[in-house]
């Protein structure tokens, strides 16, 4: 750039000599015009970035150490843009929201710009509030000449952005009616914070989101009763292909039947995903038995990261004998760090696990709990394996229904007091989640 004593630069009376390799510009545009004079009247030097100079249509000044001062000439060079396709602010953690928010909505007062806008990143700006959130949503939500500002936005990375309880429902309505957006980045954002209701209603705006195909929402606070509704809503995601939920189970009171396991359990209608992250979600070697029976049958999901979970020898052995698997679709697994075991089995008084080679033994099954379901799947499956009805299969069945007003009943058909067992209609067995069958 210029010295500031030289005004005719500013005047683009004089060419100005781009970096190695550009071309010279006989003057300058109106936007780069606007860049200096904002840098000169705020006392700010200038950035040696192709975004500034006129070379780039992408800002990219992550991990710069910006403060909100040097935000000014960016902005003001914002409001005469035609042609803006990112935005990465990634790692300037001194950022607030006295400049996004004006950042945004100059973005906002161009047309041509909001339109164009294919990628805005924000991950590791702590300190953008709720003004930032709030001038974001307003820019997914907002209508121009019948379209949303935002238009083509496709990558929305919000990682370290705190959204409050209250902004969630709002902003994550504003995501799901947006058609464009491909991948949508909320790691440690506060989701979860608002309960398990407000989570659920959060969760099930997000995954409306028609062209959405990458989620990441790690270290979220998730209970039994949130991983089994994303568990549910999953299947009705067409598009989405990759998952992450890294550090977002809560711990559980008995060392066992971890939340996870709910939404685990429930993986094998999610046919269109392919890439799930579930590190550091205390998967024990129960929950790794679960993992084995949901993506046993699985042949869309080829990559599978459970590392940093407490599985043991009994849950690795689950996790190879899936990966052995003929029928599933894991061509890479990674699970470091996953040698240590929770609660061994021999401290369990409750313990019990099936032998895929030799599955004969008593079991006391309590259907409410997504490992002893996970267990009589498998029993299933090795029953027709071996073509046997699991009324010949099993002996001295005693079952004990659900009998709650609403609950699903399994009624006795034939000898042994065995229930009737149906597959659905991916061809996963049903069973019961409440009752007790030993």
Request: aromatic share 6%.
């Amino acid at each position: 750039f210029p010295s500031f004593e030289d005004a005719s630069y500013i005047s683009g009376e004089v060419p100005l000599l781009p970096p190695e390799g550009g071309i010279v510009l006989s003057s300058l545009d109106a936007p780069q015009r606007r860049y200096l004079q904002a840098c000169h009247l705020h006392g700010i030097a200038p950035l040696a970035v192709p975004f500034a100079t006129g070379h780039s249509a992408k800002l990219q000044v992550q991990d710069m150490d910006l403060e909100d001062r040097d935000m000014k000439p960016f902005i003001a060079m914002a409001e005469h843009l035609e042609d803006l396709e990112e935005i990465d602010l990634r790692g300037n953690r001194r950022l607030t929201a006295a400049s996004l928010v004006p950042l945004m909505k100059a973005i906002s007062e161009s047309n041509d710009v909001s339109r164009q806008l294919m990628r805005l990143s924000l991950s590791g700006c702590p300190r953008a509030g709720s003004g930032t959130v709030m001038a974001i949503q307003n820019l997914l939500a907002a209508r121009t000449r019948h379209q949303p500002c935002l238009h083509d936005l496709q990558e929305l990375d919000l990682t370290g952005v705190r959204i409050t309880p209250k902004q969630y429902v709002p902003f994550a309505t504003a995501v799901g009616r947006h058609g464009a957006l491909r991948s949508l980045v909320l790691v440690d954002t506060g989701l979860g914070l608002g309960g398990p209701a407000q989570t659920c209603m959060v969760l099930t705006e997000i995954l409306r989101a028609v062209g959405l195909e990458m989620l990441d929402i790690g270290w979220s606070k998730f209970d039994a009763e949130v991983f089994a509704h994303l568990g549910d809503r999953l299947p009705h995601a067409k598009l989405l292909h990759t998952l992450c939920i890294p550090a977002c189970c809560q711990h559980s009171s008995t060392a066992r039947d971890f939340p996870i396991e709910h939404f685990v359990e429930r993986l094998s209608h999610a046919v269109a995903l392919t890439r799930l992250d579930a590190s550091l979600s205390n998967i024990d070697w129960r929950g790794a038995l679960v993992v084995e029976d949901a993506l046993e049958h699985h042949a869309g999901l080829r990559d599978l990261d459970i590392s940093d979970n407490p599985l043991g020898v009994s849950g690795l052995r689950s996790v190879l004998r899936l990966l052995a698997r003929d029928t599933s679709g894991l061509l890479k697994l990674q699970m470091d760090r996953c040698a240590k075991v929770g609660v061994s089995p021999g401290e369990d008084d409750t313990w019990q696990s099936v032998s895929i080679t030799n599955p004969r033994g008593r079991y006391t099954l309590d259907l409410s709990r997504p490992y002893s379901r996970a267990l009589l799947r498998m029993m299933l499956k090795t029953c027709e394996r071996f073509s046997l009805s699991p009324k010949k299969a099993f002996d001295d069945v005693d079952y004990t229904a659900d009998e709650r007003p609403g609950a699903m009943v399994y009624r006795p058909s034939g000898p042994g007091n065995v229930p009737n067992f149906k597959k659905d209609a991916r061809g996963v067995w049903v069973v019961p989640k409440h009752g007790r069958l030993s």
